[in-house]
């Protein structure tokens, strides 16, 4: 009998019906819980304070987020404990620093994945978006990448979400961000106001707009006149 099931009938051993001290004995409820998928730990967390006390543990929940891919390590912690609910493989990506000459359908090709599956885990809404980025997340196809490897938790600004990250080359970079004085806030609020307005302008992703203005030298105008000349190039090439 399964030690949890739908059917609650006498036959569900559990601490509630059960004389066993084991189940109340926390290195065993480790041996068991350990042996649990993400879904079951977290049922088990609801059946009383005792097993909660050990299945909501960041050890037991990281572990069992870990167990079906084999990882070795998971770096980090994400915002919500939520995040470690799901352990599919669409919760992990690929880090690719973006290099000259890399396009979106060219990625799609290098790491056997649609180009759509990898505009739809970027927030973007056209190739254009590559330009503005530093690197681009890639959907995982063959989950044996994962096997022995560490991850690390990471909030993409761009793709505006929460994913473990798998970085091929060993580990992220560990370069220090801008030091953001009064002054540059204000001038950032600024220039997301002109973004905002573009991208609503273009119909297009916020790393899109920010290439446009970037290569216009910030003149609004100018950017949409270059993405309207792009758009008629890629109409006349059959591209769009």
Aim: proline share 4%.
């Amino acid at each position: 009998m399964p030690l949890f099931s739908s059917d609650f009938s006498t036959d569900t051993i559990s601490p509630m019906n059960s004389n066993i001290s084991a189940l109340n004995c926390r290195d065993t409820l480790r041996l068991i819980f350990e042996k649990l998928s993400v879904t079951d730990l977290a049922r088990a967390s609801c059946v009383c304070k005792a097993w909660n006390a050990v299945a909501s543990g960041d050890e037991m929940v990281v572990g069992a987020f870990k167990a079906p891919w084999k990882l070795k390590n998971v770096v980090g912690r994400p915002t919500s404990r939520s995040f470690w609910r799901d352990n599919g493989i669409g919760k992990f990506a690929i880090s690719h620093r973006i290099s000259r000459g890399d396009s979106v359908a060219s990625l799609a090709v290098k790491y056997s994945v649609q180009v759509m599956d990898i505009k739809r885990l970027n927030n973007m809404m056209s190739d254009h978006g590559i330009y503005s980025r530093d690197r681009l997340l890639i959907p995982i196809s063959n989950a044996d990448l994962l096997q022995n490897c560490t991850c690390y938790i990471e909030m993409d600004t761009y793709a505006k979400r929460e994913v473990a990250v798998l970085y091929l080359e060993g580990r992220p970079d560990c370069k220090p961000g801008p030091f953001l004085n009064k002054d540059n806030a204000t001038s950032n609020e600024g220039k997301r106001r002109i973004i905002n307005s573009l991208r609503r302008s273009m119909q297009v992703d916020d790393g899109t707009a920010q290439y446009y203005l970037s290569i216009s030298n910030g003149d609004p105008r100018a950017a949409l006149t270059e993405f309207s000349s792009d758009l008629r190039w890629e109409r006349q090439a059959g591209l769009t």
